[in-house]
C-alpha cells in the first residue's frame, strides 16, 4: 500500500502549481485503479483545514472530504501516537503531524509519498518505509 501525505493530496485536489496538480492526478489515481492508495483520518482532519485555509467553497470542501471518506481512510490509536512520539523526540516536536502520519503509514504501508522534504529526510533513516519525494528534486 501507498500512504498519502496531506500535501500531496492538497496537490490532488485543487490546482496551486499545474505540473505537481498534473503529476499528483496522474500518480493517485493510478494507485486507486491499482488498489494502492492508503489515507488515515488523521489525513481528512489535515484537508478539511487546509482547504478551509485556502478559502475553498464549503461546498466544493464537503465534496472532497466524502470523497475521500470513500476510501476508508484508516484509524489510529495509542500505539501509533507512542510511536509517533518517539520520531518526534529523534527530530524534534515541531512536526508531530508528520511523525503522526509516518507511524500510521508504518502500520499498514511500504511506500510513503511526500512534497514535505524538509522534514522527511530526517525521518527517513528511522523507519522501513520508502518514502518518496513527490517531487522528485531530492532523492
Known amino acids: 500500500m501507498d500512504y498519502i501525505d496531506t500535501d500531496v493530496l492538497v496537490h490532488f485536489l485543487i490546482t496551486q502549481d499545474p505540473v505537481w496538480h498534473?503529476?499528483?492526478?496522474?500518480?493517485?489515481?493510478?494507485?486507486?485503479i491499482e488498489d494502492r492508495f492508503f489515507i488515515s483520518w488523521l489525513t481528512i482532519q489535515e484537508i478539511a483545514f487546509v482547504l478551509g485555509k485556502l478559502n475553498q467553497p464549503n461546498s466544493f470542501i464537503q465534496l472532497k472530504l466524502n470523497s475521500l471518506i470513500e476510501n476508508n481512510p484508516v484509524q489510529y490509536g495509542?500505539?501509533?501516537v507512542k510511536r509517533a512520539m518517539a520520531l518526534a523526540e529523534i527530530v524534534g516536536f515541531k512536526n508531530f503531524n508528520d511523525c503522526l502520519h509516518l507511524a500510521i503509514a508504518e502500520q499498514h504501508c511500504t511506500n510513503f509519498y511526500t512534497c514535505n522534504y524538509k522534514d522527511f529526510k530526517n525521518l527517513k533513516e528511522?523507519?522501513?518505509?520508502?518514502?518518496h519525494f513527490f517531487n522528485n528534486q531530492r532523492a
Do not use: Q
Open 22 to 32: 498534473l503529476k499528483a492526478v496522474d500518480t493517485i489515481n493510478e494507485m486507486i
Open 78 to 80: 495509542v500505539f501509533e
Open 126 to 131: 528511522h523507519t522501513l518505509l520508502n518514502i
